[in-house]
């Protein structure tokens, strides 16, 4: 079983540009979750798909962030304009059932200079 | 403010010790606690859960306790090995929001031959 896959592994932007990162779940699994983990803080919950539709969006930032899950597959976190806080990893993660341990793919690291 | 703390940073211990670390919580409302274990340049992995409802939960060489009076949460791991060496992070949830964990900053375990 494939797991969970996440693209690009590393971003270096400016600040004010644009990113795009994508996240594919593992088949078959209905949740997705976005997190992220500033340097030197803790992991911390952006958001929850279930299928195409948000969850819960409580930990989303700011309006720069936008997420989608189109067709309920896989999703892309934009960040528009980024800023040098933005920096950090990005970790997906998905579940077949919202009670089920979470698996995490392996992150994207965006610099924000 | 942190709801779960993890306070010692970094952890070492001889192959074939027991590893002990802990994590302290401070929301009542958490019924749900999970430890993961992540290598560098890689997503958590999930290791082993416990419910609020129990206080024991054992898997092969880890053992996860469950102090509800104390909020208190241990990860034991007996006997180490050199492979057991990563960072452990704890996390935890409530019922209303399963796919929102709320995680440590980690402890760093070192296993030396």
């Known amino acids: 079983e494939a797991g969970v896959t996440q693209f690009p592994s590393h971003s270096v932007i400016e600040k004010g540009q644009t990113v795009t990162l994508r996240c594919d779940p593992i088949s078959g699994h209905d949740n997705l979750y976005w997190y992220r983990r500033v340097m030197g803080k803790e992991i911390k919950f952006l958001l929850h798909?279930?299928?195409?539709?948000?969850?819960?969006e409580s930990g989303m930032p700011n309006n720069r962030f936008l997420a989608e899950r189109t067709g309920g597959t896989y999703s892309t976190l934009k960040v528009q304009p980024a800023e040098l806080e933005d920096s950090g990893v990005y970790f997906c993660?998905?579940?077949?059932?919202?009670?089920?341990?979470?698996?995490f793919g392996n992150g994207t690291r965006l610099t924000v200079t | 403010d942190q709801q779960v703390k993890q306070n010692s940073p970094s952890l070492s211990v001889q192959e074939g010790r027991i590893s002990i670390l802990n994590c302290d919580y401070t929301n009542s409302m958490f019924d749900y606690f999970l430890w993961y274990k992540k290598y560098p340049a890689e997503g958590p992995t999930f290791l082993i859960s416990i419910s609020s409802i129990k206080d024991k939960n054992e898997d092969g060489r880890f053992t996860v306790f469950l102090n509800k009076s104390a909020k208190h949460l241990s990860l034991h791991i007996v006997p180490s090995q050199p492979g057991d060496s990563a960072v452990y992070f704890c996390?935890?949830?409530?019922?209303?929001?399963?796919?929102?964990?709320?995680f440590g900053k980690g402890t760093k375990l070192s296993v030396k031959p």
């Open positions: 996390a935890a949830s409530d019922r209303g929001s399963q796919g929102n964990l709320i």
């Open positions: 993660a998905s579940s077949a059932l919202v009670a089920s341990p979470l698996h």
């Open positions: 798909f279930v299928k195409e539709s948000k969850q819960d």
